[in-house]
T-cell receptor
Framework: GQQVMQIPQYQHVQEGEDFTTYCNSS?????IQWYKQRPGGHPVFLIQ?????EVKKQKRLTFQFGEAKKNSSLHITATQTTDVGTYFC????????????FGKGTKLSVKP | NAGVTQTPKFQVLKTGQSMTLQCAQD?????MYWYRQDPGMGLRLIYY???????DKGEVPNGYNVSRLNKREFSLRLESAAPSQTSVYFC?????????????????FGPGTRLTVT
């Protein structure tokens, strides 16, 4: 079946360092969403990317969708302790009615 | 608005016992979902309901049943719990676009139910 691969599984950074997580699909995605889950919490939607080559920014977070719509990345500039959590990408296949396929997530820890 | 609510928050079951996890949303969303989350495995879809009156299997449906009681409520039942069903269970809902429209909306998750089967 369809799979969304996400790397790395864990990332430990010093506060102020940058962080990037990557997602890859073997087949073309309709769109991709990103979620953040704080420790002990539930996933919370961050953003959706739909167009080929799309780049969106939210303050220190930059999201990219590849030209072929098979990969995506989330980059955090100058991490803060509030960025701690697990970041999931979730790809959708087959149009707006298809279900999301979640990557396994990247767990980010930030050392003050 | 409470968003998506789930009960109970925690549950311990013995192998073979049954239980129902409850989920309700007050956002008038058509679609509802049940996921399980295990360490290192991400979120895996158990069952979903695209609209009131319909349910479909997801990636890992074995050992579970669901009921879409009405538009607000979507319950998950474990008929005979097994240790392999120890997990955190999340319910989610999503607004869906009308037929022919292409917008895809985000999912809203409940706080989760932490289930342990001994």
């Amino acid at each position: 079946g369809q799979q969304v691969m996400q790397i790395p599984q864990y990332q430990h950074v010093q506060e102020g360092e940058d962080f990037t997580t990557y997602c890859n699909s073997s087949t073309t995605l309709s769109n991709i969403q990103w979620y953040k889950q704080r420790p002990g919490g539930h996933p919370v939607f961050l953003i959706q990317l739909v167009k080929s080559g799309e780049v969106k920014k939210q303050k220190r977070l930059t999201f990219q969708f590849g030209e072929a719509k098979k990969n995506s990345s989330l980059h955090i500039t100058a991490t803060q302790t509030t960025d701690v959590g697990t970041y999931f990408c979730a790809g959708r296949y087959g149009g707006s009615q298809g279900n999301l396929i979640f990557g396994k997530g990247t767990k980010l820890s930030v050392k003050p | 608005n409470a968003g998506v609510t789930q009960t109970p928050k925690f549950q311990v079951l013995k192998t073979g016992q049954s239980m129902t996890l409850q989920c309700a949303q007050d956002m008038n969303h058509n679609s509802m979902y049940w996921y399980r989350q295990d360490p290192g495995m991400g979120l895996r879809l158990i069952y979903y309901s695209a609209s009131e009156g319909t349910t479909d299997k997801g990636e890992v449906p074995n050992g579970y049943n669901v009921s879409r009681l009405n538009k607000r409520e979507f319950s998950l039942r474990l008929e005979s719990a097994a240790p392999s069903q120890t997990s955190v269970y999340f319910c989610a809902s999503r607004r869906t676009s009308g037929r022919g429209r292409t917008h895809s909306y985000e999912q809203y998750f409940g706080p989760g139910t932490r289930l342990t089967v001994t």
